[in-house]
């Protein structure tokens, strides 16, 4: 068992990460900027360290001392309209987080860094479905990583045992699709763009901590993995499927492009088909709990559910 560092662990993929993570045994330190985070992270089973990735701190040399780093943060992308002034900072902000983190690394014992980016860096991908070997064409967030991702090769080539994983649009009981469960099951309608409905490469939450456990001790350093169900769905059919396992009628009301980019912003109403292939996972010997939404919607849904009752309570 391990001695883990992690930055994000009290994040939306960060915390299931922590979850599993402590019950395979793992010491987990994890990264936190507030006390409530902190809170968060302990009641998981892991010991906080107090400090902010934007910052110069005592922390570097903690992560430094650490078998495994783990690199789950990134300023915030859900919520609210993203509009080009806030993606430009997500931008600079995520380079500056990444060098805090990994400059401290170098030359110290650290036997594997894993380094979570996203398949917004792939962009849009046609049929067949690519692997990780696709000539990026990044879309939505995508553009925003790409000078990130170039930092992280100057990194690898420094010689730091880092191993990326790209997880696709990852679904569970919070972040984006717990916004889009709330709005259906406030009987809101929900905007789609007209004449368009990608395919989204998607994944269970719990599916994604499993699988970057899983690479954790099996992926090969200097290798990159997509994490994504055996078949992406459309997006209008994550709408039913999410509203069938609600039990809510589905509204629906599609936009032109230009009023979307009004409304949500230019970043998020960038559509693109992501046909990506999980088989270099798969070859790793990783099984998916749920690999596909038909699958893992309903079991999302339920927890979903119970969290907002026990809230109500
Ligand atoms: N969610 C998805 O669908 C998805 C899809 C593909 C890829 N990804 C990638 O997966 C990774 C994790 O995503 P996520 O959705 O789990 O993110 P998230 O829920 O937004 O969590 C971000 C984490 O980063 C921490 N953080 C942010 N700024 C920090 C700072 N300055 N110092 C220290 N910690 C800071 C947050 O801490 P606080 O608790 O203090 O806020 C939180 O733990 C990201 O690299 C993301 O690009 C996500």
């Not at 010491?27 to 902010?52: H, I, K, N, W």
């Not at 930092?151 to 690898?156: A, H, N, P, V």
């Not at 191993?163 to 569970?172: N, R």
């Not at 994604?208 to 997006?235: F, N, Q, S, T, V």
Request: glycine fraction near 8%.
């Amino acid at each position: 068992m391990a001695t883990l560092f992690l930055a994000g662990g009290s994040g939306f993929i960060g915390s299931e990460f922590v979850r599993h993570a402590v019950a395979a045994g793992h010491s987990v330190q994890a990264l936190c900027r507030t006390q409530r985070s902190a809170a968060a992270v302990r009641a998981l089973g892991a010991q906080p360290v107090m400090g902010d990735l934007l910052e110069a701190g005592a922390w570097q040399a903690q992560a430094a001392q650490a078998e495994i780093v783990l690199h789950f943060a990134q300023p915030q992308t859900f919520g609210g309209r993203v509009g080009k002034a806030r993606a430009l900072r997500y931008e600079t902000d995520r380079q500056k987080m990444d060098r805090n983190l990994l400059s401290p690394l170098r030359g110290s014992a650290v036997r594997r860094i894993v380094y979570v980016s996203g398949t917004s860096y792939y962009g849009q991908q046609d049929l067949p479905p690519k692997d990780e070997t696709a000539k990026p064409n990044p879309r939505g967030w995508g553009p925003y990583i790409v000078k990130a991702m170039q930092q992280l090769e100057t990194f690898c080539a420094e010689g730091l045992p880092i191993l990326t994983v790209f997880p696709s649009s990852v679904y569970g009981a919070g972040s984006w699709y717990g916004d889009i469960l709330a709005s259906l099951k406030a009987g809101k309608t929900q905007l789609t763009l007209a004449r368009r409905d990608p395919t989204l490469a998607t994944v269970h939450v719990e599916d994604c901590a499993r699988a970057i456990l899983h690479l954790m001790e099996h992926g090969a350093i200097g290798e990159r993995y997509i994490i994504c169900d055996d078949r992406p769905p459309k997006y209008s059919e994550i709408l039913a499927e999410s509203a069938k396992a609600l039990d809510v009628p589905l509204k629906t009301r599609a936009v032109p492009l230009w009023l979307g980019r009004i409304i949500a912003g230019p970043v998020v109403t960038d559509a693109y088909d992501a046909h990506l292939s999980n088989a270099r996972l798969r070859s790793t010997g990783f099984r998916l709990q749920f690999p596909t939404i038909e699958q893992g919607i309903p079991n999302v849904v339920q927890r979903w559910l119970a969290a907002q009752a026990t809230r109500k309570e």
